[in-house]
């Protein structure tokens, strides 16, 4: 079969899937959406919309039998599913096997443990009463750093507790407690895999995070790491790559700590925040690069052609409701700014609604105006 003229099914229609929709007209990619919501962003890009829950395993064993290739938007899929879609003949990427480690934050840190990948310390705790006894035993102590080990994404299900106050409002769930690491910097490298074994990385991004919604409030690129540094990160997110045998895409999240050290945070199969900026900022999108990988074609080698700082646009504290985005037409007007909005009808607080690259000449000129976007772009009601 050509590989260009596979049909590739995306469980998930978030803005990933929207944005894999866009790079894959470039090629005139066969691509079909399942999701549950027929108004979701990428519903609007695709004449092929299959309504039906990713978590269903009827709803994705019957999308997949009508796909050559099946990916995923979004970890939260049923992978009994997959598995059976797999055994069917059907290319699955990432491989149930993959996403089996990966969609349970616990099974990660189990693995970086035992192929010898440096992490931070962690236990595992069966819910809030079980972390609450080991405070008082004193076997844990403050601060705590703890995620749910599933259904977590976005910053939801990660906690950080600092006193027993804070423990009023521990999650119930399964979760990994990890050692609070001395950070210098968090950093990303994307990889991407293609079955025949070519393997290439986009240059390390360096990331803020927001401190109350717990995920990425922007990040710049090129990175202030040294060259020993990024070359470190890349080479450990490729090996993760290979060791979880992945086809398509991994973002590799990465503490640098104040030490030294490289530590792995977490990954996720797919496109990704940290790669956002690629659209304008990189010779090849990590959506293109994505689609490639998933249908062997060639890889190129990514580079970055342009500084560049992207923004989350996240609904402001305090309003919910039919969006408004205040200060749109100012920031449209301002040269090397993109604004991406990705259809979400309705704002809450701290709900990614879009994102924005600002592409300069270099780091600093890219901040300066992403500074501007910031005061200046909100997402109200």
């Not at 616990?106 to 609450?132: M, R």
């Not at 006193?163 to 001395?182: G, M, N, R």
């Not at 409701?321 to 259809?343: K, M, R, S, W």
Request: proline share 4%; hydrophobic share 40%; glycine share 8%.
């Amino acid at each position: 079969m050509d590989n260009l003229n596979q049909k590739i099914g995306i469980l998930g229609g978030g803005q990933l899937g929207k944005m894999l929709l866009r790079a894959g007209s470039i090629l005139d990619f066969d691509i079909r959406i399942m999701e549950q919501d027929a108004d979701c962003p990428a519903a609007s890009l695709t004449s092929k919309f299959h309504k039906g829950k990713i978590t269903d395993y009827q709803d994705v064993v019957a999308f997949g039998e009508d796909c050559d290739i099946v990916t995923i938007e979004i970890e939260n899929v049923n992978i009994q599913a997959l598995a059976q879609l797999e055994s069917s003949g059907k290319k699955v990427y990432p491989s149930s096997f993959s996403l089996g480690i990966i969609k349970d934050k616990g099974n990660q840190k189990t693995f970086y443990q035992t192929n010898n990948l440096p992490t931070s310390k962690f236990k595992f705790f069966d819910g809030a009463s079980e972390i609450v006894e080991a405070l008082s035993n004193e076997e844990l102590s403050f601060p705590l750093y703890k995620k749910s080990r599933t259904e977590g994404y976005d910053g939801k299900g990660v906690q950080v507790i600092n006193t027993w106050d804070d423990l009023q409002k521990l999650f119930d769930t399964p979760s990994v407690v990890e050692d609070l690491v001395d950070i210098d910097k968090e950093i990303a490298v994307i990889i991407a895999r293609r079955p025949s074994g070519q393997i290439v990385a986009f240059p390390p991004v360096e990331m803020h995070f927001h401190k109350e919604a717990n995920l990425v409030d922007y990040l710049f690129s090129p990175s202030s790491l040294t060259q020993a540094q990024e070359e470190e990160a890349t080479k450990l997110a490729k090996t993760i790559g290979e060791k979880l045998e992945i086809i398509g895409l991994l973002a590799v999240e990465l503490f640098l700590t104040k030490s030294g050290e490289i530590l792995i945070n977490e990954v996720a199969p797919r496109p990704h925040n940290s790669g956002h900026h690629s659209i304008e900022a990189c010779n090849i999108s990590q959506y293109e690069m994505h689609l490639r990988a998933l249908c062997d074609l060639p890889l190129l080698s990514p580079k970055l052609t342009k500084s560049a700082v992207m923004l989350n646009i996240l609904g402001s504290p305090g309003y919910s409701g039919p969006v408004i985005y205040e200060g749109l037409e100012e920031c449209l007007a301002t040269d090397g700014v993109h604004v991406h909005i990705y259809g979400k009808k309705e704002t809450k607080p701290f709900r990614k609604l879009g994102h924005v690259t600002i592409a300069a000449d270099t780091v600093q000129e890219a901040i300066d105006k992403a500074q501007f976007v910031k005061s200046t772009l909100k997402a109200i009601s």
